[in-house]
């Protein structure tokens, strides 16, 4: 039986679901956005300084919005195969034609889809508030630099590492509380290589950007094929290796 | 396969059997390092049929229904579930002709029954996936409860809600996992009628249980499982195999001398006293009951009863357990 998309749809559309009545979910997808988004914007409309020091300021103010990709989806991943072994869902579910790879497949795009479409919505949302109330030149100098193809192209890159960690880390948890906080913990390396970026220490151009997210893709394909391969049946359910 | 069974498309590459068995099981063995779950187990279980998988805790019945429902593999063995062999590349293809239902049910308590069936009909990629929800709601009596959240469901329409989910492929070899787990005795009935409808209509059942009753009273055969398959059989076969046919005589007042009134009758092949009377070891009840009964009379014994002895499902498996008991302490 080859691959199919249905079966990554009826997962995905069950998850979206299931979080949409989880107050834990829905109070993390809220409360992260709202929280870094008010920090950057009000850093930066009070911003009272010029030339390399308010390219700093900005590299900080976006770096706070490349968080959401991260915390996010960690939460809601690390939940995903541990959250379904405490409710006895996963046996049922695995027991169904299901392939792996449509398993997680289906977890992914439950956790990715909102997560990009809340990222990039704070960040327009970000945007919208520097051009309606910052200083021109901040503006000016938010959209001169690559600042803006940064958050586009990072945002699914990181939501995507995220993912496929909290997902390994949910795969070989036997307590979600424990999964969800190391999963955060675990997916928050490649912000320091941003961190370094947004300060200035590492100095950013196009072809740099653009070369870290083809490594970040690379991983995160490469972390996608662990993950399946990580993905034992008779582990997950028996706590023993086939 | 049942009635209106979802074609999984082309199965030659399968190697699927066209034989009369829905399980064909031979030689399974599972082992989880020096443990043993199930040893050298086979079976075979007739289309329509239902088949009990009695055994205590820990006699390895879930771990088979695991193995055959292509979860965990076995050590050694082989078997061929619904036509197709078992193997980790049939592993799809065999879950697609089969279902199960765990001890837990298992369902999404934020989510209502028509959404987790939804979900399940997606993983199934069934056709015309409203109009099979709709026949297995029907066929649990759910149909009214469909828009509730499973979570508010009592524990006994969450079962069904699980058998519901368990019909909707319409399968090839229903797995019920020990059903009646932890419910109270009127879920426990409802759950029962439901299987009896079921075997009604031809679906292939393999029950496992520790419910004796339950057994006796669904099941066309029974195995009775403890790590290895120790009987195999219709109930009344079994019975007949652990003991010998006798007749249980109630009397008043004990006999004198009952070697004289029972020791000579030519149906009498033995007996021994018990609190209420006597237990007559007989070669043919219906032919030995009236020579007892005139032996009784003609010995002025004050006859209360005299009946043919009946072992229950559950003294065969008790037999059965006491004996392994038995051979483990020596």
């Not at chain 2, 765990?102 to 015309?128: H, I, K, Q, S, W």
Request: with cysteine; hydrophobic share 45%.
């Amino acid at each position: 039986m080859s691959f199919s998309w249905t079966r990554v749809g009826a997962i995905c559309l069950k998850e979206v679901r299931d979080y949409r009545r989880n107050r834990f979910v829905i109070g993390t997808m809220a409360m992260v956005p709202v929280l870094f988004i008010i920090l950057p914007t009000i850093q930066l409309l009070a911003a009272n300084v010029t030339g390399k020091a308010l390219g700093v300021r900005i590299g900080l103010s976006l770096l706070y919005l490349l968080v959401i990709p991260v915390m996010v989806p960690s939460v809601v991943s690390a939940y995903s195969v541990v959250g379904e072994r405490e409710q006895g869902t996963l046996e049922p579910i695995l027991m169904t034609p299901i392939r792996r790879e449509e398993f997680l497949i289906g977890k992914a795009l439950a956790a990715f889809i909102p997560t990009v479409v809340i990222a990039y919505g704070v960040f327009g949302i970000f945007l919208g508030a520097a051009s309606l109330f910052a200083e021109p030149v901040i503006v000016s100098a938010i959209y001169s630099g690559s600042h803006v193809l940064v958050q586009l192209v990072f945002t699914p890159l990181l939501a995507g590492w995220a993912i496929w960690v909290g997902i390994a880390v949910s795969a070989r948890s036997t307590d979600v509380r424990a999964a969800q906080q190391l999963s955060v913990l675990a997916g928050v390396p490649p912000l320091v290589l941003l961190a370094l970026m947004s300060l200035n220490v590492i100095q950013v151009s196009t072809d740099l950007a653009l070369g870290l997210a083809a490594g970040l893709l690379a991983v995160d394909l490469l972390a996608w094929r662990i993950v399946a391969a990580m993905f034992d049946r008779e582990r997950l359910v028996t706590g023993t290796r086939g | 396969m049942a009635a209106g069974a979802q074609p999984i498309g082309d199965t030659s590459t399968l190697g699927v059997s066209n034989g009369e068995s829905a399980l064909v099981v031979e030689h399974l063995t599972k082992r989880f390092g020096d443990r043993v779950a199930f040893d050298d187990v086979s079976f075979e279980v007739g289309y329509g049929e239902v088949f009990g998988f009695l055994g205590p805790n820990g006699a390895g019945k879930t771990t088979t229904v695991r193995t055959l429902g292509t979860l965990i593999a076995p050590t050694s063995g082989s078997a061929i579930v619904a036509g197709i062999p078992l193997s980790a590349k049939n592993g799809s293809a065999i879950r697609s002709r089969i279902s199960t239902m765990p001890e837990t049910p298992g369902l999404y308590l934020r989510l209502t029954v028509m959404e987790n069936l939804e979900c399940f009909a997606g993983l199934y990629e069934l056709d015309d996936a409203r109009g099979r929800i709709q026949r297995a709601l029907r066929a649990v009596n759910l149909e009214d409860r469909a828009r509730d959240l499973c979570g508010t469901l009592s524990k006994g329409l969450r079962q069904r809600v699980a058998l519901a989910r368990a019909l909707l492929n319409d399968p090839a070899v229903l797995f019920l996992d020990e059903p009646t787990s932890g419910l109270d005795p009127v879920a426990t009935r409802e759950v029962h009628d439901l299987i009896v409808s079921l075997r009604e209509r031809g679906v292939t059942i393999f029950l496992t249980t520790h419910r004796l009753e339950e057994a006796e009273r669904l099941c066309h055969r029974v195995a009775i499982l403890n790590t290895t398959l120790r009987l195999i059989g219709l109930p009344e076969e079994l019975r007949q195999r652990l003991f010998r046919r006798s007749l249980d005589v109630r009397v008043r007042v004990p006999l004198a001398d009952p070697k004289s009134v029972l020791g000579s009758l030519p149906q009498v092949e033995g007996w021994e006293q018990t609190p209420s009377g006597y237990t007559v070891i007989v070669s043919d009840p219906d032919l030995a009951a009236p020579e007892v009964a005139r032996a009784l009379v003609g010995a002025n014994a004050d006859i209360l009863s005299i009946a043919e002895s009946h072992h229950s499902l559950e003294d065969v498996y008790l037999q059965q357990i006491d004996e392994d008991v038995e051979a483990k302490s020596q």
